[in-house]
């Protein structure tokens, strides 16, 4: 359940017309609600149910907007961060540092002393060299890291195949054959207290089976590393749930569905868990709104070209992604058309052959389900400046990102000397 709801014949976010921010902040614009990201942190808590003080670290690499961050802060969430820059912001917007973990297959030396000093809860190390780097420079600076091994179980999620990570040939995570090896050596470096065991198998998971087959394979690895005497105090066990894209598919599992599976598989783990969502918190609460730039007739359909663009949300051109597309107006009639943004590369196609509310040149439209991996994965493709991003509370809304100016991105160039700048 989101909010972005016909009202009186209008979307809206919440309480706002999406027509007020349209011509308010222009188009495109990302459109974020606040009611439905509270939302879906009460129904991923209470679908963990009665599990002790579960650790719940979003991951900041779905939607890292300050306001964002910081709302989810406020409603007690820690952070997942796979970068120095996430880090920064995921402080910067209020994160507790004790409730961030960093992830990620290749810190740097200093991404990992920024986390150092900034004094964050776990370090997820997913190599035995990573390993041996930040002990080096956790005794450089005197201090100790407290860290995990994210282990690769081998399963197949069962989803995307460039979203998907827990098999052998994926970069991610130590194989869990050699785990207990790794573990071992890491025991012997100075500047790093083993806390627990991490995993993540992929995103957009619509089947629960691969998770729990990943899940009981960190639990047979827990006992065997506590009968090598070491102590492991937390399981992270990553993200990943899906969530609706398309009304006509049926419904991913819940967060109770998920909640009861993994309170059924760690029960007797004696360990706090650590969850990471991303797309289940932001997904839903988030649309793209986009304006008509014209109508043109095709050989076969009409071409709906409107002012996003690849650039501004790439998941159906990196993907094959499916997001729903709504008229912001809609006149009760519909029709069968594409809907292409105005980049010149044939991928730049939102949705083929769509039946869709019908609309014309100058008619608004939103791309629903937007909110996870949407503007940050925007670029200035065709020269286009970043699209801005709005947050709505009730009937109050704010430009929490503005839009990119191309003046800004032309500053960002400089000239070599032997070209002289033209008056
Ligand atoms: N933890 C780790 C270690 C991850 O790599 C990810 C996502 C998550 C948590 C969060 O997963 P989520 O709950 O959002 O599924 N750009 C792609 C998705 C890439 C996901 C990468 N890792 C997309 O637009 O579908």
Redesign the pocket.
């Known amino acids: 359940m989101d909010h972005f709801q016909l009202k009186d014949g209008v979307l809206h976010a919440e309480d706002v017309p999406l027509t007020a921010i349209a011509e308010a902040a222009g188009t495109p614009t990302y459109i974020y609600s606040t009611a439905t990201l509270e939302r879906h942190v009460r129904v991923f808590r209470e679908g963990l149910g009665d599990l002790p003080d579960p650790w719940i670290a979003f991951?900041v690499?779905?939607n890292p907007n300050k306001a964002v961050l910081a709302t989810l802060a406020r409603l007690g969430l820690g952070a997942?961060v796979v970068s120095g820059g996430e880090l920064r912001r995921a402080l910067a917007a209020g994160v507790p540092a004790e409730k961030i973990v960093f992830?990620g297959v290749g810190k740097t030396a200093g991404e990992m002393a920024l986390g150092l000093k900034a004094g964050i809860g776990q370090f997820n190390l997913e190599s035995e060299p990573e390993a041996e780097t930040l002990s080096a420079v956790a005794q450089s600076l005197g201090m100790t890291a407290r860290v995990s091994f994210r282990v690769n179980p081998d399963v197949d999620a069962g989803t995307h195949a460039k979203?998907s990570?827990g098999k052998a040939e994926n970069k991610f995570g130590v194989p869990i054959d050699r785990a207990l090896a790794a573990y071992e050596a890491a025991a012997k470096l100075l500047g790093l207290t083993i806390q627990g065991v991490a995993v993540?198998i992929g995103?957009?998971l619509t089947d629960l089976a691969p998770s729990c087959a990943a899940f009981q394979r960190i639990g047979a690895l827990i006992a065997e590393l506590r009968a090598a005497g070491h102590s492991i105090t937390h399981a992270d066990l990553?993200?990943?749930?899906g969530v609706p894209y398309d009304p006509a598919l049926p419904l991913p599992p819940s967060p109770a569905d998920y909640g009861a599976m993994v309170r059924e598989v760690t029960a007797g783990w004696d360990v706090r868990l650590i969850f990471?969502?991303?797309?289940?918190i932001v997904g839903n609460a988030g649309i793209l709104l986009t304006r008509v730039i014209r109508v043109k007739q095709g050989v076969t359909q009409p071409f709906v070209i409107v002012d996003a663009a690849m650039n501004d949300l790439l998941?159906p051109s990196l993907?094959e992604?499916w997001h729903n597309v709504r008229a912001v107006q809609p006149n009760g009639e519909s029709f069968t058309a594409t809907i292409v943004g105005p980049v010149c590369e044939t991928g730049d196609t939102f949705a083929r052959d769509r039946p869709m509310d019908r609309v014309q040149e100058g008619d608004l439209v939103a791309f629903m389900t937007a909110g996870?991996?949407g503007a940050t994965?925007a670029s200035t493709y065709n020269s286009r400046g970043l699209t801005p991003e709005v947050i709505v509370s009730q009937d109050k809304w704010a430009i929490v990102r503005e839009r990119q100016p191309i003046e800004a991105l032309i500053a960002a160039d400089s000239l070599p000397p032997w070209i002289e700048e033209q008056a």
């Open positions: 991951a690499k779905a997942d992830s979203i990570t993540h995103s957009q990553g993200g990943g749930l990471e969502p991303g797309r289940v998941r993907y992604a996870a991996y994965m």
